[in-house]
């Protein structure tokens, strides 16, 4: 056994995070490696000690092993945690380390080697009688044989890339008709995607579920599973949301699935922590290993969760070589958790990744709650890495009570600046047949609307007009109050309807209103809504719509607004431009009314010497008046602006020259 006292972790993000934890927790040094993009990230500032090992993509720093283990060395680091991704699953860098003696926190390199390939992990399993999905896995890979060992198996088939993996490289064939050409255009994309043409081909499972067990095993040749999390909540073949125990499941499948599982694990002398994938076949009852995945998982918390253990200190324990402290029959679970991935990514234009700002991040504080993220207000999700911002981990006695738990949180969680999942992570936990258990791999392309998902009510968009006009409202009367250039008292014979443009998308909605005795009374279509402000803050508003106080997060960037409200959800509005600079802005020593307004008072004559601040004009808009000052030394060459009169918005009052 050889004790690891410093941790180099060769990752970024929430998982660095989790990582530089249990490091703390045992006394471990932690040491964090970053590129470019990743200099203010939190888990930089975490870390014990932070390396900056190069440029944001991912080949030129957290891919490059040469720089890593360079880094390992001249740290002293005893052990490097690969998290997931990036190098975690890189049989070459385990070697590398190995051979440098830098403990790899990870399985040996013989069973990562093993499950990097589909048909040699396939036939493994077979040889150990662990079930696998009826197909063909031979090393024979003509057109025409895997052609007629797809008519063989019966349609519909999947065709996997060998060397594939994160959902890349699969494509389903429905009918004989077209499989050469399928066939031949699957091995054209993995050729190109994976530098490898070979392809497994397995029978399509069309009502599947994805279940698999958290395996851990010792160098001492102990194995057991850790039980079971559902993945089949999935877009593009990737996870979203994840929860143990299964609805499914019952003892005698899970003994069943368990037993496989961790025959698995001693298949391939599994000596860390993993996961072995399988699909379930809603109607016939079976399931078949697809693939074991040797590393951490991302969604391990949910098994912490229900087991109560640390996974990351089960890994470090495993790399020192310590026996596994648990058996399997230790192994229970208490309750429930489930976790959903908050994403940075649009649901309405086929989950694409957006980028982005993340102008601002909370969360409620409700117990049970456990949020892993890297993310922070003004954090940046760049074109470099996953778009993920946050792992959110509810835990709780019943699927049901947990349930509830996660749209409370869903629903109070602020996250604006950038287009997120949160709506439509909310929409499925709302959805019957996901709360009865009921759904399969497939459930998110076949159960749920996504257009509908993005679609807004009226009255959301009312209530979100009414509280970002609020909110720029309370923004000058601030600046007004700050700036005490005018007499108070003002909006007491206010009897004008003011108004604010808005924009959802194409979109366009007035929001006009009138201030009377300290309340509002507000117009949007055909409807009058009785308003007071309650409270209001740089970032929030609490507002009385009609009688019901709401609390209201806003964030304002450019000009766009982040509205968001337990009820409503996030909604993003765009102000349009009031006053839209004209061309006269452009006049070089020019100084243009910025809205329309009244001329009250031209303060210089022709030929003025004015100094930096002195005032120029003084103007009126909305009942509010304003002096325009000069923003540099200079002599007044010209003067446009007559007392009294009306001027447009970007009207040019006067120039001056140096
Ligand atoms: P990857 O290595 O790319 O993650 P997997 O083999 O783990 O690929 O499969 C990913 C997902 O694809 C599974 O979770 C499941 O939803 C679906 N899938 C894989 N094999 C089958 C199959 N034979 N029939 C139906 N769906 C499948």
């Known amino acids: 056994m050889k004790q690891i006292n410093s941790i180099l972790i060769a990752n970024r993000g929430e998982i660095a995070s989790r990582v530089i934890r249990t490091c703390r927790k045992m006394g471990i040094k932690s040491i964090a490696v970053f590129s470019e993009a990743d200099r203010n990230a939190p888990f930089v500032e975490q870390a014990d000690v932070a390396v900056f090992i190069g440029e944001s993509t991912p080949a030129q720093s957290y891919l490059d092993q040469d720089k890593i ?9 005893d052990a490097i945690h690969p998290g997931y991704g990036f190098l975690s699953e890189n049989v070459g860098f385990t070697q590398r380390c190995d051979k440098e003696g830098i403990i790899f926190i990870g399985p040996n390199a013989n069973a990562i080697d093993a499950m990097g390939s589909k048909s040699k992990a396939k036939n493994l399993m077979i040889q150990h009688k662990v079930p696998v999905v009826p197909g063909y896995q031979g090393s024979d890979q003509s057109v025409e044989l895997l052609t007629k060992e797809a008519i063989k198996i019966g349609f519909p088939v999947l065709l996997k890339a060998t060397a594939g993996g994160g959902g890349k490289g699969m494509r389903i064939v429905h009918e004989a008709k077209g499989i050469e050409k399928a066939i031949q255009a699957a091995k054209r994309e993995s050729m190109s995607a994976f530098g490898d043409d070979e392809l497994i081909i397995e029978k399509y499972i069309s009502s599947g579920r994805h279940i698999e067990f958290q395996i851990f095993g010792d160098q001492h040749g102990n194995a057991i599973h850790v039980l079971e999390r559902e993945c089949s909540i999935q877009r593009r073949y990737q996870k979203v949301i994840e929860e143990s125990p299964s609805p499914i499941m019952n003892e005698t499948l899970r003994a069943k ?17 993993g996961t072995v994938e399988f699909i379930y076949d809603d109607k016939s009852g079976d399931f078949y290993f697809l693939e074991v995945n040797t590393r951490l998982q991302v969604e391990h918390p949910v098994t912490e969760e229900v087991t109560g253990l640390d996974l990351v200190q089960m890994q470090i324990e495993s790399a020192q070589g310590l026996p596994l402290s648990i058996s399997q029959s230790d192994i229970k679970g208490s309750g429930y958790a489930i976790e959903v991935r908050l994403y940075a990514e649009d649901t309405a234009n086929d ?15 409700v117990e049970g709650l456990r949020v892993e993220t890297a993310i922070r207000s003004e954090s940046k999700i760049s074109i470099f890495y996953d778009p993920m911002i946050a792992k959110i981990i509810v835990h709780d006695a019943t699927r049901s009570s947990a349930h509830r738990k996660m749209q409370y949180v869903l629903r109070n969680l602020v996250c604006q600046g950038i287009t997120t999942n949160q709506d439509f992570l909310l929409h499925i936990l709302e959805n019957k047949d996901f709360q009865a258990g009921l759904y399969d791999t497939h459930f998110i392309k076949n159960k749920l609307d996504l257009n509908a998902i993005a679609q807004k ?15 720029g ?26 108004f604010e443009d808005f924009q959802f998308g194409e979109q366009e909605m007035k929001v006009q209103y009138r201030f009377n005795k300290g309340s509002f009374e507000f117009y949007v279509g055909e409807q009058t809504y009785p308003v007071k402000l309650v409270g209001a803050d740089d970032t929030s508003i609490r507002a009385e719509i009609d009688g019901m106080q709401y609390q209201f997060n806003i964030t304002k960037n450019g ?70 000052e000069a923003a540099e030394d200079g002599v007044v060459e ?18 001056m020259k140096a």
């Open 351 to 365: 989950f694409l990744p957006v980028t982005g700002t993340i102008q601002r991040f909370e969360y409620p504080d």
């Open 473 to 498: 409202w309370n923004q000058r009367e601030q600046k007004r109050t700050i700036l005490k250039a005018i007499p108070s008292g003002w909006r007491n014979n206010f009897n004008d309807a003011q």
């Open 559 to 628: 000009n766009n607004y982040y509205v968001h409200n337990e009820n409503i959800g996030s909604v993003t509005l765009a102000q349009k431009e009031r006053f839209p600079m004209k061309e006269a802005e452009k006049v070089a020593g020019g100084y243009n009314a910025p809205m329309p307004s009244q001329i009250i008072k031209v303060l210089v004559k022709e030929g003025d010497a004015v100094k930096s601040g002195d005032g120029l004009v003084i103007i009126s808009s909305m009942k509010m008046e304003n002096t325009i």
């Open 638 to 655: 010209e003067i446009y602006a007559t007392e009294g009169s009306n001027v447009e918005a970007g009207f040019l009052l006067l120039k």
């Open 257 to 273: 699935m368990g037993a496989a599982a961790v025959n698995a694990a001693k298949a391939l002398s599994y000596d860390n922590a």
């Open 69 to 77: 283990i360079a880094t390992a060395k001249k740290t002293g680091a």
């Open 457 to 471: 009510s009226e009255e959301s968009k009312t209530f979100a007009g009414i509280a970002a006009t609020l909110h």
